[in-house]
């Protein structure tokens, strides 16, 4: 079953440091492009971050753009993202989610979504 | 940042209804619009790409429409499985963007 599955969510401090890790499976990863979407309680759907099959093109929302790297490990099917400078504003279930098409350079439709992870920003 | 505006933010329909949700993009998106199912307190599901395509395994209730900045969204007979939230997502250019929502209840 394709499955994408969310991992190193939890308690960071304000102007702290989280890894989120994202592995995937029963799926080519080196053929799709990645992303991060955010969800903050009770709110709508924010993405993050993107990277292309490769990992030499990345991309970010400007909310988190010099303060969040996204990366990518091929040969372990393994998606990452690095979150430093931690807001309260950051507070958010963080989804992995692969990218349907257009050969894996760029983020466009969603269709396979991890369960999520919950990182709170809070002292 | 192209701004996607959704409505109506929510609404309460009859089993069996059809109903229809918009979605006006900010400036010209082309075909670029996908369209996301989500239920409480699971993750997002692609319902429709490209503006009118159905994805892999999607009842054929579910459907949309539109092209440039106008675009529909439509389920022809309501369901209870159906009840959710339901988010449109631009992909024209970075960054993208979901529009803000609609809660679909059961009336």
Known sequence: ?123 | DIQMTQSPSSLSASVGDRVTITCQASQDIRNYLNWYQQKPGKAPKLLIYDASNLETGVPSRFGGSGSGTDFTFTISSLQPEDIATYYCQHYDNLPLTFGGGTKVEIK
């Open chain 1, 1 to 123: 079953e394709v499955q994408l599955l969310e991992s190193g969510g939890g308690l960071g401090q304000p102007g702290g440091s989280l890894r989120l890790s994202c592995a995937a499976s029963a799926f080519t990863f080196s053929s799709y492009a990645m992303s991060w979407v955010r969800q903050a309680p009770g709110k709508g759907l924010e993405w993050v971050s993107g990277i292309n099959y490769s990992g030499g093109s990345t991309y970010y929302a400007d909310s988190v753009k010099g303060r969040f790297t996204i990366s990518r490990d091929n040969s372990k099917n393994t998606l990452y993202l690095q979150m430093n400078s931690l807001r309260a504003e950051d507070t958010a279930v963080y989804y992995c989610a692969k990218s349907r098409g257009r050969g894996g350079s760029y983020p466009d439709a969603f269709d396979i979504w991890g369960r999520g992870t919950m990182v709170t920003v809070s002292s």
